[in-house]
């Protein structure tokens, strides 16, 4: 099971990816996200731990600059995305150029098992939320 968000965002690739790449660094999502770096590594290196909301916390297990994609595994979660309900919740963020008009597609992908809908409709509007807070930091 997972949540599948999309958004265009009115900037060069280079721009969008720049601001989505440091894992400690979310400041593009306004007031949607509080993130709290955690431990040595810093927000570029595998390993780069975070706290988000003072619920989430995260680790990032994939940082591809050249396919321009991060991936994070939720290590402890709250309600639907807690260890008793779900496992192996891995997020995806990819910037890809759209060349018609120098824009970006940012997609937000995420998975877990057991296969349930119970993360999914809360997932998807707070990734959705923070895409849009995303879109709106380059307007």
Known sequence: MGCFNSVVVDAPVNRVWGALRNFHDMSWAADEVECEPVGAYAGNQI???RIINGTFYE???????????MRYRIDVGTDSASKDNVQEFVGEIRAVP?????????????????????VAEPGDAVYQAMLSELQRSFD
């Open 47 to 49: 390993g780069a731990k």
């Open 59 to 69: 680790t990032l297990v994939g940082l591809d600059d050249q396919a321009r994609i």
């Open 98 to 118: 759209i060349t018609e008009d120098n824009t970006t597609l940012v997609v937000w992908t995420t998975s877990w098992e057991p296969s349930t809908g119970a």
